[in-house]
């Protein structure tokens, strides 16, 4: 993947408060049109590094770029494509939905007052507002906050969706909401929003960055995190006697060990493999070989990603 397809690219970018560094050398690349999950635990430095891409603070050190743009000398040009959601965002309650995003809007644009008003429908649509857009928003719970500022966020239609912590004070109703607007969006923009919760990520992300201690401590597309650091493995549960077709797998070059368990009339071998294209082209013909034998399950071993973030948090640096 080359430069130009990293909507946003960050190289050694740090963030020092009073002798503390509150972000420390991040080297970020988010694809375009994908949703990016920037994980960590509360205190990690994902709002800190939130704000040095809007520019709303600068960096100690290191250097940064969104669309190409430098996000200091371009902060302006680059806000104009960008909508933001705030951790906690605030509204004045006594306006509706509809009011909030007219007023948002005429920041954006003087055009018909009418081609103002299909937009702030549309939106109100697109996060599933329709039918409270003219409720005073003191009247709204939680989740349909979020989903309106998230909606205030993509008013402009912005070519980058940044939100922290979308989803963190929300009921599993509310967050399940905000998740579905977040994929509804995809279409429009590239979405980047940082989160604790781990479910979440899983989910929706197609990417995700893990942050510790204000430090970088893993970034990968979703399913090679969630594939496991131990190297490739597959996982077959198997009935019969599978002591012959064991010996014919274990004798391929690239099959490094099987690990056996059994109960129950039923075998789980996990195959641990040095070429997975060679793996998944004939790992499962060759156990097939024995007609005997009866396949109940077949599939590249994947790990929840909560067992990844703990590994990775836990193993890190303290400093």
Known sequence: MNTNEFVINTQGLSKNYNGVQAVKSLDLKVPKNSIFGFLGPNGAGKTTAIKLLLGLTRPTSGSGSIFGQDIINDSVDIRKRVGYLAQEPRFYGHMTARETLRFKARFYYRGPAAEIEKRIT??????????????????FSGGE???????QAQINYPDLLILDEPAAALDPMGRRDVLEVMERLQKYSTIF??????????????????????????????QDLLAGSQGTIYSLDIEGEANRARTRIADQAWVSGIDVTSAKGQTTWQVSV????????????????????????????TYKLEEIFMNIVQGGNHG
């Open 274 to 301: 040095t070429d997975d294209e060679v793996a998944k082209a004939q790992l499962l013909r060759l156990v097939l070989a024995d007609e005997q034998l009866t396949i109940t399950r077949f599939g590249r071993k």
């Open 193 to 222: 929003y940082s989160t604790h919760i781990l479910d979440d990520v899983q989910r929706v992300s197609d990417s995700v960055a893990i942050v510790n201690y204000g430090e970088l401590v893993a970034q990968a597309s979703i």
């Open 145 to 151: 906050r979020q989903r309106l500022g998230i909606a």
């Open 122 to 139: 549309e939106t109100l649509e697109l996060v599933g507002l329709s039918d409270k857009a003219d409720r005073p928003i003191n009247t």
